[in-house]
């Protein structure tokens, strides 16, 4: 097996500048991505969603087209999930449009790898948070279970469920921070027959978290300014080879990992039982 080697960014945010967001800064930012993954040798640019930060639908496209034109600007194929803000005031059919790239569900090969774009309901209302439409987890149950090979599982929202203490969105607004209906995603993954390594973005945070063992990584937002107070200019490399996948992040919070990359399904043991519950000591 060669080595694939994918690029990947999310949670651009073009738009105007907020308090932890420095939008304004977006276009330059991608567009030196764009040039960095030009010289470089890279099979493929996976872009997380949250390309925009949405203001009127007007405005909404205008942000989009201008993201778009930036990655039409790549010399390697570009795919794409959309996020929340991606589709807060436009549909999902909008951005496709906009992309010339689909954007929903889907199962493709980049290089070597074997990858599952899931694009469930991403419509988030500071009300409901984020649950599933109808036919979204099936999808997810199908294309995992079409093939046994180790694949890459991408989402705009994580799938672990992992906690979100500290984080300036999602430490008191968890239900924001993944689905509703995240038991049942688990059981999915957990599920499936392939082994599985889980890329999202949404939650603007670098992210290692293994559960039921697989594990889940997030990438930290390209604009988004909560640690530091800067942009923190964070752009991933995902490398492939026949035993290992290597995730490297830049920027301003630089991340190096190291995961195998399993032939075969692996599970964990089932957790005990409460020892309240069992009166065991």
């Not at 995992?144 to 969105?169: C, F, I, K, M, W």
């Not at 999915?188 to 999202?200: E, F, Q």
């Not at 026949?242 to 992040?249: G, I, N, P, S």
Request: with cysteine; glycine share 6%; net charge negative.
């Amino acid at each position: 097996m060669t080595t694939t080697r994918i690029a990947v960014i999310g949670d651009i945010h073009h738009g105007r500048d907020t308090p932890t967001k420095r939008g304004s800064m977006a276009l330059s930012l991608l567009e030196r991505f764009v040039e960095e993954v030009n010289a470089a040798s890279v099979d493929a640019v996976i872009e997380l969603g949250d390309r925009i930060s949405d203001e009127s639908s007007a405005r909404d496209r205008v942000l989009e087209q201008e993201v778009a034109e930036r990655f039409n600007e790549l010399s390697v194929p570009h795919h794409h999930v959309s996020g929340n803000h991606d589709v807060a005031l436009l549909s999902l059919a909008d951005n496709e449009a906009i992309l010339d790239r689909p954007s929903g569900s889907r199962t493709l090969i980049i290089g070597e790898v074997r990858c599952v774009f899931w694009q469930p309901d991403v419509t988030l209302t500071r009300e409901r948070g984020l649950g599933l439409s109808p036919g979204d987890l099936d999808d997810l149950v199908r294309m995992l279970a079409a093939d046994d090979r180790p694949t890459l599982l991408v989402s705009h929202v994580p799938l672990s469920g992992h906690e979100q203490t500290g984080n300036y969105y999602f430490e008191a607004n968890p239900g924001h921070a993944t689905y509703a209906e995240i038991a049942e995603i688990r059981a999915a993954i957990a599920g499936a027959p392939c082994p599985i390594v889980a890329l999202a973005g949404h939650v603007h945070w670098n992210t290692l978290t293994t559960v039921d063992a697989t594990p889940h990584i997030t990438l930290q937002s390209l604009t988004e300014s909560f640690i530091s107070g800067d942009a923190a200019e964070a752009s991933g490399m995902i490398e492939v080879d026949a035993d290992e996948l290597r995730w490297v992040v830049r920027g301003r919070e630089p991340v190096s990992i190291a995961l195998p990359w399993r032939k075969t399904k692996s599970r964990w043991r089932a957790p005990l039982p409460s020892f309240v519950a069992t009166g065991l000591h």
